[in-house]
C-alpha cells in the first residue's frame, strides 16, 4: 500500500476536532484504506463477498459433527437467500457469490443460478491424514479461481469480503496455521461446529498425525496448501491476492478465512497490507493466525459461523471509518479550541 | 422485559441452520429485543440518538485538558453536521437531538436550531470537590429533562442511543461509577481526554477528596447524581429510564452513557433490561461499570470520544441480531441435516 497517502491520512485524523486519537481502531482502518486506495476519500461502497465452498476428504477421521452432505445442503441455502451470510450481506447490501471450489456432492442442477460459479477443482479433497490433500497442480488451480473471481468483480467492487463453507475445513485450517504460524497443533485447534472433549482430542490426534505424515514445508504457503489445505482455502487466499492486486480492501472472515490469508500472504507478503480483519471466533487458532498476520480484529462477538458472516458485520464498521476520514471536521474548520 | 416472548426467541435461535449458538453475542442481543419489543419480530429502524450536553464545575479543579468553552464549540458543531456524531449518526441513518441540559455558555443563538432543545437546568454544576454538584431538585430536574425527549421521540423511534458531550465529564462519571460500582476512585478513573500521569493524579485526589467531602449514599442513585453527578449524565439516566417504561431498547454509549446507565439501574433496577452496551472504551471506569450491570459490549475499539459515536456504531450489529433472528432459516426449513 502507499505510504504517502498513509502519512497523509494520518496528518488530517491527526487534526480532527476530537481528543487526540479518541476514535481508535476506527482511524487505523481510515489510514489503512487511505493506503489501500491511493486516495483521501477511499469508497467502500460496493460490496462483493465471495463465499467458497469446498469438502474435505480428512472428514472420514472423525473431524467434524456435521455430515458432509450438509455442505451441498448449505449451497443450495445460500442460493435460496435463507442463510445467515444471506441476512447479514443484505444487512450491509453486499452482493454474494459462491463458488464450488470443491465440493463433494453434485450441485449441477444449481449451476444455473448466477450467483453460482462451478470451478469444481474436485470432488473434495483427499484425505490428508493419509498423505497430501491435493496435487500441487491442484493447489494452483484454486489459487487461480479465487483470483478469477475477484478480477471478474473488479469493475463492480469497491471492496471484497472472504467466505467460507465446508464440512470440516477448521482441520485443515488449524493444520495451515501451525504450519505457518509455527505453533503446535494443539494450540491452533478448537472444536469446530461443537465436538465434544472426546472428540477434540481425537481431532488433534489425527491433525498431529497428518502433520507427521505429510511434513509440509513450513515457509512455503502452496505446498501447506497442497499438503494440509482445501479448495476453498486456496480461493479464499487467490480472492485476497486478487483483491490486493488490484489495490482494494478486503475483509478476512473467521479461522478459515484467514488461514487462506496465512497462505496469501505467505506467497504475497505485500498483500496483507490490503486485508482487514473483520473479526476474532472463539476458535483458538484464529488468534494465532490474526497475531501472525498482525491484524487486529475488528469484532469479537464470539461467533464461529463462517460463511463470511463476521466479515459482512465488519463491513459496516468499514464504512464508518471512511466517514471518519472524509466527513469529520478538524478543530481549525469547526473552529474549536484545542487543548 | 418479556420472559416468554425470550424464551420463544431462544426456541427459534437454538433451531437455525447453523452450529448451536455460532453467532454468538448476535443471539444474545436478538433475544433480548425479542424480551423489550415483545415480539418474535422486532423493528429497531427507526433510530434516535440523543446527545446530552452540560458543564461541571469540578474543570475548576484542573481535571480536564480541554477549556470549557470547547462544551459550546462542539454543540455549535453538531448543529452545523461535522462533528463525529453526525459522521456516524448518517451512517445507521439516525436522527440527532442535542439537548442544553446545563451547558454553562450561551447558546441562545443557537436555540431556534430544530435539532436542539433548551432544557438549561444551570449553567453547569457547581464545583463538587466543594461540595454538592447540584440540589436534590435539579437532580430531579435533569432525569425528568431526559424522560421527556424519550416520550417526545417515542412516536418517530424504535430504538434510541445515548450520547454525551460536556468538558470534564469524565470526573463525575468515574466518581458515580465509584459510588454505585463500590469501587476505589483510582481504579474508575482514567485519562479523559488525554491527560498525562501527573494530571491524572491530579484528577484522582480531586475525586477522593470531592468523595470525602460529599459522602453520597452508595446506594442511593438520586444522592449520588445530586452530590457528584453532571446535568447532561442525569438526563441520559433520564433518557434510558423513559425507553424503558416505553418498552424501547436503548444503546449505551461510553463512560459517561454508563455512569447515566448505573443512576437509572440505581432508581429503576427494571431499566437495565431495555439497555443494549454498545461498547467499552479505554476508560477504565467504563468496563467496572459494564461488569456492575451485567452488560456486554458489542465493541472494543478503543475509542474514548463520547458524543454517542460508540452507540451509533453498534447500531448496526443490533440490525444484524435482528437479521439473525428474523431472516435465517432452521434446519427444517432449510432442509439441511443436523449433526
Chains 1, 2 share one sequence.
Not at 487505523?28 to 469438502?55: N, Q
Not at 475445513?169 to 485447534?189: F, K, M, Q
Not at 487467490?238 to 478476512?252: D, N, S
Amino acid at each position: 500500500a502507499d505510504s504517502a497517502m498513509r502519512q497523509q491520512a494520518r496528518a488530517r485524523l491527526d487534526q480532527l476536532a476530537i481528543p487526540h486519537g479518541a476514535l481508535g481502531q476506527l482511524m487505523d482502518v481510515a489510514e489503512d484504506l487511505a493506503a489501500i486506495t491511493r486516495t483521501m476519500t477511499p469508497s467502500v461502497k460496493r460490496k462483493a463477498i465471495a463465499v467458497m465452498a469446498g469438502d474435505h476428504g480428512i472428514v472420514a477421521a472423525g473431524v467434524s459433527k456435521f455430515p458432509q452432505a450438509v455442505t451441498v445442503e448449505m449451497v443450495r441455502n445460500f442460493l435460496n437467500g435463507n442463510a445467515s451470510i444471506n441476512a447479514l450481506a443484505r444487512q450491509v447490501d453486499a452482493s454474494l457469490t459462491v463458488v464450488d471450489a470443491g465440493v463433494a456432492g453434485d450441485l449441477t442442477e444449481l449451476y444455473q443460478h448466477n450467483a453460482l460459479w462451478n470451478r469444481k477443482v474436485a470432488p473434495g479433497t483427499a484425505d490428508f491424514s493419509q498423505g497430501p490433500a491435493m496435487s500441487r497442480a491442484q493447489a494452483i488451480q484454486c489459487l487461480e479461481v479465487g483470483i478469477e473471481v475477484a478480477n471478474y468483480l473488479a469493475e463492480t467492487t469497491d471492496i471484497y469480503a472472504t467466505g467460507d463453507m465446508g464440512i470440516g475445513n477448521t482441520s485443515p485450517s488449524s493444520a495451515i496455521i501451525a504450519c505457518l504460524c509455527g505453533c503446535d497443533i494443539a494450540t491452533a485447534t478448537g472444536r469446530g461446529t461443537g465436538l465434544d472433549d472426546e472428540a477434540l482430542n481425537n481431532k488433534i490426534a489425527v491433525l498431529d498425525n497428518a502433520l507427521a505424515i505429510n511434513q509440509p514445508t513450513a515457509d512455503d504457503g502452496l505446498d501447506v496448501l497442497t499438503k494440509v489445505g482445501g479448495f476453498e482455502i486456496g480461493a479464499i487466499a487467490g480472492l485476497i491476492l486478487g483483491a490486493a492486486a488490484l489495490r482494494k480492501p478486503v475483509v478476512i472472515d473467521g479461522i478459515i478465512s484467514t488461514a487462506g490469508a496465512l497462505i496469501a500472504a505467505s506467497l504475497s507478503p505485500a498483500c496483507r497490507d490490503y486485508m482487514i480483519a473483520g473479526h476474532c471466533s472463539v476458535e483458538p487458532g484464529h488468534r494465532i493466525a490474526l497475531n501472525h498476520l498482525d491484524k487486529a480484529p475488528l469484532l469479537d462477538l464470539r461467533l464461529r459461523l463462517g460463511e463470511g458472516t463476521g466479515a459482512a458485520l465488519a463491513m459496516n464498521l468499514v464504512d464508518a471509518a471512511v466517514a471518519v476520514l472524509t466527513e469529520i471536521a478538524t478543530f481549525e474548520e469547526a473552529a474549536i479550541s484545542q487543548a
